[in-house]
Structure formats: structure tokens, C-alpha cells
T-cell receptor, first 114, second 112 residues
Framework: AQSVSQHNHHVILSEAASLELGCNYS??????LFWYVQYPGQHLQLLLK??????LVKGIKGFEAEFIKSKFSFNLRKPSVQWSDTAEYFC????????????FGTGTLLAVQP | DTGVSQNPRHKITKRGQNVTFRCDPI?????LYWYRQTLGQGPEFLTY????????KSRLLSDRFSAERPKGSFSTLEIQRTEQGDSAMYLC??????????FGAGTRLSVL
């Protein structure tokens, strides 16, 4: 069965620090990969996605993620975080098929201190 | 707002009562999903509709849960004889074929 692991459950950073959140998935076939963000009191929003092509994808708000197929990883990065990046971040995989359902990791709660 | 809409936003109920949630997807999306999210976990897939047909149900969806999408537009999720373990955020999402999945704000259920 497909699964997604996010190893960092809580991350606390100061503003301007660099961010990297880990995401590993287990699935041997072709996958689509996503990072979603949930700001306090808001709904899940898509941050970025990887379907194919360039393994380094750029998303909104300066976020990027790199797909490394050999490591089954899709880590999220941002060179300099802001207080407004405080949120919960979820990695998700979609192995296609008829339903297109998403399998989520457990999430990483990021707190950025001003 | 033309996003995914869910009602109510919050529901408090007593154990044993029935509850029903509604989801209005993005109008041109024919795919609709229900997920459940508990504290400290990511969303977990419950069920999937393509138009009015319910095509997949997770084993998480016990017999007390039923979902419908009668006209291929809005959907309802009913939980009968609620239990404290049903307390969670219930998320609805929609997409078009091959398109991105958009989530609603969710309905937070508290079973006392």
C-alpha cells in the first residue's frame, strides 16, 4: 500500500532561517507528488506539485521541492522563512488510477518566530 | 467564493445521535472526495464520487457512515449513532479529471 512519511512533526525557526521539510513515499510506480499548506483557521491549499519533467519544482510564496526518484523523496525547501509561513505542511502522493485520491503524510507543524 | 463549500463548519452532538454534513464542490468538477482528519494526522481518504456514482469507499468508512451525491452536484455525509471516536474534521474536496484537488474548509465534529 502507498504511504507517505514526514519525519519532522514540529519545526521551530526564526525568521530568515532556511527551511527543509522531509517527505518520503513508498510506491514503486509513477507518482504525482504534492505539498499542501494549512494556515491557522484556513483550508488546505496547494503549495506545489510534481507530475513529470524537471524534478525541481517551484511553488507559491518562494517554496520549492525536489523530487529524487532514487530516494523516494520530495523534500520541501524555502531559503528564508517569514513569520507568515507559520502553518502545517502536508506532503501527499497520488498514484493515479481511477480515483485520483491523495495519500497524505502526518504533517509538519512549522512555527516561525519573529 | 467559488471554492468548495462545506456546512456546517462546526457540529457538536451527543453520542448516539445522527449527523449530516453537506459539501458543495466547485461547479465544473465531476469528482468529489470525502476525507477525515484527526489531531496530529494528515487527511485520510474516506470515499470518492464520480458524478453521482460512488466508486470507492475506504475501509475506514464503517456501516454507520453513508455518503450520497444524488444529482452529481452537492454531496452529503451522514454518520449514524455517532461515537466519540468519530470526532474529527471532515473534509470535502473536488477535482476535474486529471486536474488538481481543491479542499473545503471542513466540518469539525465533536461527539460528547
Amino acid at each position: 500500500a502507498q504511504s507517505v512519511s514526514q519525519h519532522n512533526h514540529h519545526v521551530i525557526l526564526s525568521e530568515a532561517a532556511s527551511l527543509e521539510l522531509g517527505c518520503n513515499y513508498s510506491y514503486g510506480g509513477t507518482v504525482n507528488l504534492f505539498w499542501y499548506v494549512q494556515y491557522p483557521g484556513q483550508h488546505l491549499q496547494l503549495l506545489l506539485k510534481y507530475f513529470s519533467g524537471d524534478p525541481l519544482v517551484k511553488g507559491i510564496k518562494g517554496f520549492e521541492a525536489e523530487f529524487i526518484k532514487s530516494k523516494f523523496s520530495f523534500n520541501l525547501r524555502k531559503p528564508s522563512v517569514q513569520w507568515s509561513d507559520t502553518a502545517e505542511y502536508f506532503c501527499a502522493v497520488n498514484a493515479g488510477g481511477a480515483t485520483n485520491k491523495l495519500i497524505f503524510g502526518t504533517g509538519t507543524l512549522l512555527a516561525v518566530q519573529p | 467564493d467559488t471554492g468548495v463549500s462545506q456546512n456546517p463548519r462546526h457540529k457538536i452532538t451527543k453520542r448516539g445521535q445522527n449527523v449530516t454534513f453537506r459539501c458543495d464542490p466547485i461547479s465544473e468538477h465531476n469528482r468529489l472526495y470525502w476525507y477525515r482528519q484527526t489531531l496530529g494526522q494528515g487527511p485520510e481518504f474516506l470515499t470518492y464520487f464520480q458524478n453521482e456514482a460512488q466508486l470507492e469507499k475506504s475501509r475506514l468508512l464503517s456501516d454507520r457512515f453513508s455518503a450520497e451525491r444524488p444529482k452529481g452536484s452537492f454531496s452529503t455525509l451522514e454518520i449514524q449513532r455517532t461515537e466519540q471516536g468519530d470526532s474529527a474534521m471532515y473534509l470535502c474536496a473536488s477535482s476535474s479529471p486529471g486536474g488538481l484537488t481543491y479542499f473545503g474548509a471542513g466540518t469539525r465534529l465533536s461527539v460528547l
